[in-house]
Nanobody, 124 residues
Framework: QVQLVESGGGLVQAGGSLRLSCAAS????????MGWFRQTPGKGREFVAT????????NYRDSVEGRFTISRDNAKNTVYLQMNNLKPEDTAVYYC?????????????????WGQGTQVTVSS
């Protein structure tokens, strides 16, 4: 069982930056792939970024490539999402998720555990 707690969301102006953190419980964090997803009202949860269990491989949705960076610290059981040059269309609730198979994935059905989400609002 893995519990995930996100933090770091908030209100920022367009062009600004935020860093989201996701702290995980459990001793097997280093074996999980991790992902960040986001959701806005009326839309499904969409993939943002993912990282494999060792941190050696990452993948991003096209619209955030070059602006967002996913990373992890297995010693701290934490995954991060550094978000730079934020745009109003990045406004959403951001969720982190853990997948037990270790390889990264952009498919939400492959994730086993989810956090409660943190709100990111980007004003124009």
């Amino acid at each position: 069982q893995v519990q995930l707690v996100e933090s770091g969301g908030g209100l920022v102006q367009a062009g600004g930056s935020l860093r989201l953190s996701c702290a995980a419980s459990g001793r097997t964090f280093s074996s999980y792939a991790m992902g960040w997803f986001r959701q806005t009202p009326g839309k499904g949860r969409e993939f943002v970024a993912t990282i494999n269990s060792t941190g050696g491989a990452t993948n991003y949705r096209d619209s955030v490539e070059g602006r967002f960076t996913i990373s992890r610290d297995n010693a701290k059981n934490t995954v991060y999402l550094q978000m730079n040059n934020l745009k109003p269309e990045d406004t959403a609730v951001y969720y982190c998720a853990a997948a037990s198979f270790g390889l990264y994935s952009e498919y939400k059905h492959e994730y086993d555990y989810w956090g409660q989400g943190t709100q990111v609002t980007v004003s124009s």
